[in-house]
């Protein structure tokens, strides 16, 4: 598939059908993500892939976050959120943040190699692991959809994200950026509509 159409068919997917991800495919998508630029040219990348129930449901666990559209919709009310689409997105995600990490075909949790502090950088600069990991995931995302595979990210919390890397033994130095739960769409699947933006409102010429 040609990349802009990869790129153009990427969706948000939170509702799976239950049918696995073939392991020949989950290696395809990690390969594409370790073509992915990195900050140091070293690629220190790993990947954990769960996909044991019960382990899933020991992750699924540390989640706080409602289960109803009723509750989902009072959180958005108490961030505030106003636009239409992005209160809808929010409203369908949070509800469905437990049966997507359950019931996804695959899912992956990428980690990247960081020395210092993540929550305390001393300057942008050393926040390259953190970026450079991005760029993997993005690589994922888009060769998943290339292969009629959608999903969805969740970063952790931070309570979540510490018992993520005790939970899946990380080793020193390794840090979580999110999960990844892939899987072919349900049939009935809900899809996040897109704000539309048009590049002529976004693009500024030498100067904003």
């Not at 594409?32 to 900050?39: E, H, R, T």
């Not at 926040?127 to 595979?149: D, H, K, T």
Request: contains cysteine; hydrophobic residues 45%.
């Amino acid at each position: 598939m040609d990349v802009y159409e990869a790129i153009a068919r990427r969706q948000t997917i939170r509702d799976f059908a239950a049918r696995p991800v073939p392991a020949e495919i989950v290696h395809k998508l990690l390969d594409a993500g370790l073509k992915a630029p990195s900050n140091d040219h070293l690629r220190r990348w790993e990947f954990v892939l769960v996909q044991e129930r019960a382990r899933r449901e020991e992750l699924v666990r540390q989640i706080s976050a409602p289960r109803t559209p009723e509750g989902a919709r009072q959180v958005v009310d108490e961030w505030g959120l106003t636009d239409p689409l992005q209160r809808e997105m929010y409203i369908q995600g949070i509800a469905r943040q437990y049966a997507m990490i359950l019931n996804a075909g695959c899912l992956i949790v990428p980690c990247f190699y960081y020395p210092g502090d993540l929550l305390r950088p001393d300057s942008l600069s050393a926040l390259n692991g953190l970026a450079s990991i991005w760029c993997c995931v993005e690589n994922i995302l888009v060769a998943a959809a290339a292969e009629g595979i959608f999903g969805v990210v969740r970063i952790p919390f931070e309570e979540e994200r510490a018992f993520m890397k005790r939970f899946l033994c990380l080793p020193e130095h390794y840090e979580i950026p999110c999960s990844i739960a892939l899987g072919y769409p349900a049939e009935n699947a809900s899809r996040a509509r897109q704000v539309e933006i048009r590049l002529e409102d976004r693009l500024h010429q030498e100067q904003w």
